[in-house]
Every structure is written in C-alpha cells, then in structure tokens.
C-alpha cells in the first residue's frame, strides 16, 4: 500500500527558503501561490493560517483564512483582502485587525513564517471578525491532518 502524503508547497519558495520580497511589506505584500495535496479522506474544509514565529510578542498573526472547500487543492497568488472569498472561502482578521493576508516586515533579523493548512471534517461556521483564537477554538476536535511549510525573510538581504 503507498502511503498518501499532505503536503504544502508553494511555487514562490520551497520550504525553509528566504520568501521572496513580492510577498512582504518590502515588495507587493500579495499572498504567494499555495498547493497542497493529498489530504485525509473525508476532508470536508481546509483553514490557513500563517504565523511569525519569531516576534517579541510571541506568535503573530499574518493571515487567517477558513471554509476552504474541501476540494480545493490550492489558493492563487494574490488573494483579495475580502472577508467572504468567491470559492466559499472566509478570512479573519491579522495581527493588525486587517482583513486577510499581512505580509512578513519584520523590523529586525531574519523571521520563520509558517503556513499551517489544517483538513477538518466540517467547515466553520462564519463570523465577522474572526480570529486566530477563536478560529482555533472552533477547529477543536475537528482536525483530520495538518501540514506546514515554513518560509523565513529579513528586510536586509
């Protein structure tokens, strides 16, 4: 039996790379292209979220984004800053309290970003405003598989 593999990559930057400047403050601050593939079965939504890993204040959120379809296996480059997405999909709010996808500008050294794509057996039930934490707390019990790509950026070369 061949063994199926969740996996995220991104055609911008593989895993463990610089994340190029047209996705950060420094460039156009546009999400990069992600695909993903092989998720568990009866996966019914994918959420998103992508977190600075390396602030003083902890974990940072730069993107949060849920109801996925369950049959989407990628999210073009570029996402709109929209709360309700045309696939069906729904995004939160960032660290800044702004809609959608907030690029890496770290103000010192070199940041890990991760984009964690979570398979849930259920798809969230929409809420204006939606957070990391309360996205997470909805997510509770419901996660099928989970898979991670990391990126790092700096805004000296």
């Given at each position: 039996?061949?063994?199926?593999?969740?996996?995220?990559?991104?055609?911008?930057?593989?895993?463990?790379?610089?994340?190029?400047?047209?996705?950060?403050?420094?460039?156009?601050?546009?999400?990069?292209?992600?695909?993903?593939?092989?998720?568990?079965?009866?996966?019914?939504?994918?959420?998103?979220?992508?977190?600075?890993?390396d602030t003083p204040?902890?974990?940072?959120?730069?993107?949060?984004?849920?109801?996925?379809?369950?049959?989407?296996?990628?999210l073009p480059e570029?996402?709109?800053?929209?709360?309700?997405?045309?696939?069906?999909?729904?995004?939160?709010?960032?660290?800044?309290?702004?809609?959608g996808y907030m690029?890496?500008?770290?103000?010192?050294?070199?940041?890990?970003?991760?984009?964690?794509?979570?398979?849930?057996?259920?798809?969230?039930?929409?809420?204006?405003?939606?957070?990391?934490?309360?996205?997470?707390?909805?997510?509770?019990?419901?996660?099928?598989?989970?898979?991670?790509?990391?990126?790092?950026?700096?805004?000296?070369?």
């Amino acid at each position: 039996m061949i063994e199926m593999v969740f996996e995220l990559q991104s055609t911008a930057f593989t895993h463990e790379e610089r994340i190029p400047t047209r996705y950060t403050c420094k460039g156009e601050d546009i999400s990069p292209p992600l695909q993903w593939k092989d998720p568990p079965e009866g996966t019914v939504s994918f959420t998103l979220l992508m977190t600075d890993l390396d602030t003083p204040l902890g974990k940072v959120s730069h993107w949060v984004i849920y109801n996925i379809p369950g049959d989407a296996r990628a999210l073009p480059e570029g996402v709109p800053q929209e709360e309700k997405l045309s696939d069906g999909g729904w995004q939160g709010r960032n660290m800044m309290r702004g809609l959608g996808y907030m690029g890496p500008c770290p103000p010192f050294g070199v940041h890990r970003y991760v984009f964690d794509l979570c398979a849930l057996d259920t798809m969230i039930e929409p809420r204006s405003k939606m957070t990391k934490k309360r996205l997470l707390e909805a997510m509770e019990g419901h996660i099928l598989g989970q898979t991670r790509l990391m990126g790092s950026f700096s805004k000296k070369p």
